[in-house]
Antibody
Framework: EVQLVESGGGLVQPGGSLRLSCAAS????????MNWVRQAPGKGLEWVSY????????YYADSVKGRFTISRDNAKNSLYLQMNSLRAEDTAVYYC?????????WGQGTLVTVSS | QSALTQPASVSGSPGQSITISCTGT?????????VSWYQQHPGKAPKLMIY???KRPSGVSNRFSGSKSGNTASLTISGLQAEDEADYYC?????????FGTGTKVTVL
């Protein structure tokens, strides 16, 4: 059974940093592209970042470019999102999602709250 | 990177058919056959319902169908059921990024 489990969310002050993790199981992690997608409270979905199966290709949404860094460790079946210079508008549930002709599997999400 | 445009809400009675539109541009929806649709119930993660414009993942009811014309993609739900009440989002590849739609709340009357 495919499982994606996010962790690392929490309350952080504006300007602070947080590192999210996504632990994958039930499939060959190293063969799949992965993404982070977020959803602000009561709002719609927003794609955040993409990483290829090998990690050699990475894309970011303009809203996070220069502040967030996506990475993966295929040996540990894990996906990461390092978030720096956090702003109030980054407050959201962050989901990791597998890419395979669409985002076919999603985690349950981890809540990040940026507030003083 | 602007969101794709969807109607805020669509409603229908049980058994009826409804269609949700998703309007993009020639740089996203119009350029790629890579539109997907997601269903999201409150407090839950999104679920893939349609990929590559019109294909259904295994396990998704054939009451859900997708199509595209020009810069606009559409999701049709036929034989509307109470369990279909949820938020729906379209999504399109856009080169080095991905765009989601603004979301549509489907209400079963």
């Amino acid at each position: 059974e495919v499982q994606l489990v996010e962790s690392g969310g929490g309350l952080v002050q504006p300007g602070g940093s947080l590192r999210l993790s996504c632990a994958a199981s039930g499939f060959t992690f190293s063969s799949y592209e992965m993404n982070w997608v977020r959803q602000a409270p009561g709002k719609g979905l927003e794609w955040v970042s993409y990483i290829s199966s090998s990690g050699s290709t990475i894309y970011y949404a303009d809203s996070v470019k220069g502040r967030f860094t996506i990475s993966r460790d295929n040996a540990k079946n894990s996906l990461y999102l390092q978030m720096n210079s956090l702003r109030a508008e980054d407050t959201a549930v962050y989901y990791c999602a597998r890419s395979d002709s669409g985002y076919d599997y999603w985690g349950q999400g981890t809540l990040v709250t940026v507030s003083s | 990177q602007s969101a794709l445009t969807q109607p805020a809400s669509v409603s229908g009675s049980p058994g009826q058919s409804i269609t949700i539109s998703c309007t993009g541009t020639s740089s996203d929806v119009g350029s790629y056959n890579l539109v997907s649709w997601y269903q999201q119930h409150p407090g839950k993660a999104p679920k893939l319902m349609i990929y590559e414009g019109s294909k259904r993942p295994s396990g998704v009811s054939n009451r859900f169908s997708g199509s595209k014309s020009g810069n606009t993609a559409s999701l049709t739900i036929s034989g509307l059921q109470a369990e279909d009440e949820a938020d729906y989002y379209c999504c399109s590849y856009a080169g080095s990024s991905t765009l989601f739609g603004t979301g549509t709340k489907v209400t079963v009357l």
